[in-house]
């Protein structure tokens, strides 16, 4: 059974940083493409960034260029989301995705719909 599991989350000042965690057990963590996405109270769920199965490719939401950088530990099972100069729009639940089929590069976030393998989330309050 696959299992995702995200962390991180908490509270931090307009500017501040954060950096999110997530580990998937369950199925061979290298093969799968993987991604965050974000959803606040009364907005879509949005795709935040993604990455290939082996770290070749990457997607940023534009809002996230430049502050947001997506990784990958293979060896650990491990995926990671470094959060700077965050603002007060980047507060919401952040959810850590799996892609449903493996090998695929980081714009599987395409048509992902409910698919997938997915975390309960953790929290980003970013006060002003």
């Known amino acids: 059974q696959v299992q995702v599991v995200e962390s991180g989350g908490g509270l931090v000042q307009a500017g501040g940083s954060l950096r999110l965690s997530c580990t998937a057990s369950?199925?061979?963590?290298?093969?799968?493409?993987m991604g965050w996405f974000r959803q606040a109270p009364g907005k879509e769920r949005e795709a935040v960034s993604c990455?290939?199965?082996?770290?070749?490719?990457?997607y940023y939401a534009e809002s996230v260029k430049g502050r947001f950088t997506i990784s990958r530990d293979n060896a650990a099972n491990m995926l990671y989301l470094q959060m700077n100069s965050l603002n007060t729009e980047d507060t919401a639940m952040y959810y850590c995705?799996?892609?449903?089929?493996?090998?695929?590069?980081?714009?599987?976030?395409?048509?992902?719909?409910?698919?997938?393998?997915w975390g309960q989330g953790t929290q980003v309050t970013v006060s002003s």
């Open positions: 990455i290939g199965w082996n770290g070749g490719s990457t």
């Open positions: 369950g199925l061979t963590f290298g093969r799968y493409a």
């Open positions: 995705a799996v892609d449903p089929s493996p090998f695929r590069g980081a714009n599987f976030w395409i048509g992902l719909g409910y698919h997938g393998r």
